[in-house]
């Protein structure tokens, strides 16, 4: 399976309610963005056993032991 692509700062900044949101824009961010944001940064941090991903553990420390970090 491909690694997912992690979000971008500006994606999660871009989910941040505002006072000068109305009501649905609110909800739409709250409810329907943040979940698939939030989703796609924990697919990109752990595997579907719980361990770190190769990726997430090469961003974070380059010089890391391949053994599990867990």
Known sequence: ???TVPPKPSEFKAV???????LPQAFV???L?????FLRWFKS????DG???D???Q???NSCPTEDLT
């Open 45 to 48: 941090v752990y595997n579907d």
């Open 55 to 57: 990726d997430f553990k």
């Open 59 to 61: 961003r974070v420390c």
């Open 1 to 3: 399976m491909a690694a």
């Open 16 to 22: 941040i309610v505002l006072p000068t949101d109305t």
């Open 33 to 37: 963005r943040f979940p698939v944001l």
């Open 29 to 31: 961010k709250v409810f």
């Open 51 to 53: 361990t770190y991903t």
